[in-house]
């Protein structure tokens, strides 16, 4: 499958302040995702960054505070704005490839975000 | 509505001895089920799939996976455990009708002791 790169892998971030992680893949995806996740729980969904248009949020996670990008079928970044201590997280960039519903995704590394 | 359980959030074994990671799930449609394994501070790396056919799946690392479609379960096995099997396993399942969105397990907690 393909790679994902994702950086940074960590920040400690003053709060008030913004944060952008970036997810590069090496070959071309059909799905991009965001995801947090506190550390050893389980992940949740914070939008669907659909190329060329505004990304799909889901419930409790607004673009104001969480504006995507995806210009195109291999990158995509995700700001974390006007960051507070609740904040601090892992976040996860996800990708598919293809168009069935079967295909596995796959994950960037992370990047562990703490906010002081 | 579309769930994943895994009903034990830690799960210990000996090093050698076989082990089971449980999950049972609850889709509208036919499910597509994965497992996928946490090392600490790593992104998650895909071990295996059920899509359709025979119910024993083998992946990545030795582990394997039993579809039960009677009891909707999709538990993680692997017939004798390592140290370096120690991680974070979850389980997440896609119904056929869904557009790529994954529902994720709490995650299960395996410790192998030596």
């Known amino acids: 499958s393909a790679v994902i790169s994702q950086k940074p892998s960590r920040d400690i971030c003053q709060r008030g302040t913004s944060l952008t992680i970036q997810c590069q893949v090496d070959?071309?995806?059909?799905?991009m995702f965001w995801y947090r996740q506190q550390p050893g729980q389980s992940l949740t969904l914070i939008a669907t960054?659909?190329?060329?248009?505004?990304?799909?949020?889901e419930s409790g996670f607004v673009i104001d505070k969480f504006p995507i990008s995806r210009p195109n079928l291999t990158f995509s970044t995700l700001t974390v704005s006007n960051m507070s201590p609740e904040d601090s997280s892992i976040y996860l960039c996800?990708?598919?490839?293809?168009?069935?519903?079967?295909?596995?995704?796959?994950f960037g590394q992370g990047t562990r975000l703490t906010v002081v | 509505a579309q769930s994943v359980a895994q009903p034990e959030d830690q799960v210990n074994v000996a090093e050698g001895n076989p082990l089971t990671v449980k999950c049972t799930y609850s889709?509208?449609?036919?499910?597509?089920l994965f497992w996928y394994v946490q090392y600490p501070n790593r992104g998650l790396q895909f071990l295996l799939k059920y899509i359709t056919g025979d119910n024993l799946v083998k992946g990545s690392y030795g582990f394997e996976a039993e579809f039960n479609k009677s009891q909707t379960s999709f538990h993680l096995k692997k017939p004798s455990a390592l140290v370096s099997d120690s991680a974070l396993y979850f389980c997440a399942v896609r119904d056929g009708r869904s557009n790529y969105q994954l529902i994720w397990g709490a995650g299960t907690k395996l410790i192998i002791k030596p």
């Open positions: 070959s071309q995806v059909t799905m």
């Open positions: 996800s990708a598919v490839q293809g168009t069935r519903g079967n295909t596995e995704a796959f």
């Open positions: 960054a659909n190329q060329g248009s505004e990304a799909t949020y």
């Open positions: 889709v509208s449609g036919n499910p597509y």
